[in-house]
Structures are given as structure tokens and as C-alpha cells.
């Protein structure tokens, strides 16, 4: 089976080419699960109820979060709507939601995923490695496909993340530093794996932010409104192919699709 994972869904721009991309990708790739971070959905910090809704009628099949999880206080309400909305799992136990989901697919395949935050230059949260344990533990009961989301800042807690559970689940994908590294391999194990897939946003930006502002604070440290760019909208994802029977992947293809303007459609 193929699976497609979509990195950091940034703005109003990241979710148009989420809502008119995913179809075409599915049909040209032929694939049958789609795991999206949304942790920037919504005007670039947290997720609506309406804005999953919008996402998971595209196409998508699962949602991840991230550090910017709570930013909207509506979200809760999301986390009852959708069972495979997920937030990251080494979150406190007593948090809302849930950080890990199984995706009930079409012609009755099962994949597991779930959701992770680092805790290098990030804020305190439990550990990733015993959270994941735990939740991989529950889900390979249930199916042999498994996905990792890996919200992280730290490229080396990544890394270490995907040795970690090499051989174990399907997919390790790194998301959050909206940058996309040009690592993408399948481990000694059997895992997919890549540091970050990028951002699916304004790429004329600074991570998908106007730059005149972010300029402006950097070089005077005066405080800025961080508004979402608009310009030159691509999606960022990798496309894994993955053996239903063993669970093991056998190829990770780096994609970078631009959005074209609506008039030159």
C-alpha cells in the first residue's frame, strides 16, 4: 500500500493546496492513506473543528498535531467529532484527545499512527520514547502498519527517534521546523524515514510567514504581527510504500507540488 504524508499545513494557502492537491495525489500515486499535520491550519497556530472538517472531506484520512495544539480553544470540540484527530501522545495523560488512532481504510486495511512532540528547545512535555512504546505496543495488536509523526525541533532527537523504532512501525516522518531535509531512507529495519518532510504553505516567506515583519523583529527586536504569507504555495510530503504483509516499507519519495493560481487553472 502507499501512504502519503503531508508536513505543517500552514494558513488559509497550505489548506487550498491540501483541499485541491489531495485528490490528484491519491489518483496519480495511487494512494490509500493520507496522514496530515495540521498544527498550523488555522491562520498559521492550531487547528478549528471546521478547518478538520474541511480537511478530512479532501481526502485526508488522519490529522496530527503539534506544539501548537491548544492555540484554539475550539479544538476540544474537534477531539470528540473525529476519532482520528490525534495530539501528541507523550502530552500530559489528563490532556483532551488522544495520541494515537487506528484508520479503518477502504477494502479494510488498518493503519496505526501516531503522534509525537520533542522536548529539545521545545516546551516540557513526558517522555516521546516511553509514550511511543506504549502506543505502538496497543496498535500492532490491531494492524502490522504503523505511522510516526515526530513533531520536533531537534533534527538529532528525530534521528534518534527513527533508530529507536526502526524495524517496529512503518513510517517515521519529522514535521515542525517547516523545512524539508533531503534524508529520506528506508532503515536496516524495514522503517521509512525522513527528518522533516517541510511545510505545505507560502514558500515566499519565512516558514510561511510575511517576511517584512519577521525581519523587522529579528533586526530590531521590536514585536511584530506574524501574518501568514501568501505567495508560491507548495504542498510538502513523502509518499511511502509500505508491505501490507510484513509492515516493512520498500520505498520513500520526497514530494514538493505546486499550488497553480485559481486563473491559470
Same mark, same amino acid.
Not at 71 to 81: G, I, L, N, Y
Not at 207 to 232: H, I, M, Q, S
Given at each position: 500500500m502507499k501512504i502519503l504524508c503531508i508536513g505543517d499545513v500552514v494558513g488559509r494557502p497550505g489548506r487550498e493546496a491540501v483541499e485541491r492537491l489531495t485528490g490528484m495525489l491519491r489518483q496519480e500515486h495511487g494512494i490509500e492513506c493520507v496522514v496530515v499535520n495540521a498544527e498550523n491550519a488555522a491562520g498559521g497556530s492550531g487547528l478549528t473543528p471546521r478547518i478538520?472538517?474541511?480537511?478530512?472531506?479532501?481526502?485526508?484520512?488522519?490529522?496530527?498535531?503539534?506544539?501548537?495544539?491548544?492555540?484554539?480553544?475550539?479544538?476540544?470540540?474537534?477531539?470528540?467529532?473525529?476519532?482520528?484527530?490525534?495530539?501528541?501522545?507523550?502530552?500530559?495523560?489528563?490532556?483532551? +484527545? $488522544?495520541?494515537?488512532?487506528?484508520?479503518?481504510?477502504?477494502?479494510?486495511?488498518? &493503519?496505526?499512527?501516531?503522534?509525537? @512532540?520533542?522536548?529539545?528547545?521545545m516546551e516540557p512535555s513526558e517522555s516521546p520514547f516511553r509514550a511511543v512504546d506504549v502506543a505502538v505496543t496497543e496498535l500492532s495488536r490491531k494492524t502490522q502498519i504503523i505511522v510516526v509523526d515526530m513533531h520536533a525541533e531537534a533534527t538529532s532527537e528525530k534521528v534518534a527517534m527513527g533508530r529507536y523504532l526502526d524495524g517496529r512501525v512503518s513510517v517515521v516522518f519529522g514535521t515542525h521546523t517547516h523545512v524539508p531535509t533531503a534524508d529520506e531512507t528506508i532503515l536496516p529495519g524495514g522503517t521509512a524515514y525522513i527528518t522533516d518532510v517541510g511545510m505545505t504553505g507560502p514558500h515566499d516567506s519565512v516558514? +510561511? $510567514?510575511?517576511?517584512?515583519?519577521?525581519?523587522?523583529?529579528?533586526?530590531?527586536? &521590536?514585536?511584530?504581527?506574524?501574518? @501568514?504569507?501568501?505567495?508560491?504555495v507548495r504542498l510538502s510530503a513523502v509518499v511511502v510504500t509500505v508491505d501490507e504483509r510484513t509492515g516493512h516499507a520498500t520505498a520513500i519519495t520526497r514530494l514538493q507540488v505546486p499550488l497553480e493560481p485559481e486563473a491559470d487553472r
Open positions: 478538520a472538517r474541511d480537511l478530512f472531506a479532501a481526502g485526508t484520512d488522519v490529522i496530527t498535531l503539534g506544539d501548537h495544539a491548544w492555540k484554539q480553544r475550539d479544538v476540544f470540540e474537534a477531539f470528540d467529532e473525529f476519532s482520528t484527530l490525534i495530539r501528541p501522545a507523550n502530552y500530559s495523560s489528563e490532556a483532551p +484527545g $488522544r495520541g494515537a488512532c487506528l484508520a479503518e481504510l477502504e477494502g479494510g486495511l488498518r &493503519v496505526g499512527v501516531v503522534n509525537l @512532540v520533542g522536548r529539545i528547545f516558514l +510561511g $510567514r510575511e517576511v517584512k515583519p519577521v525581519l523587522k523583529k529579528l533586526t530590531t527586536g &521590536v514585536p511584530a504581527r506574524f501574518d @501568514v504569507a501568501t505567495g508560491d
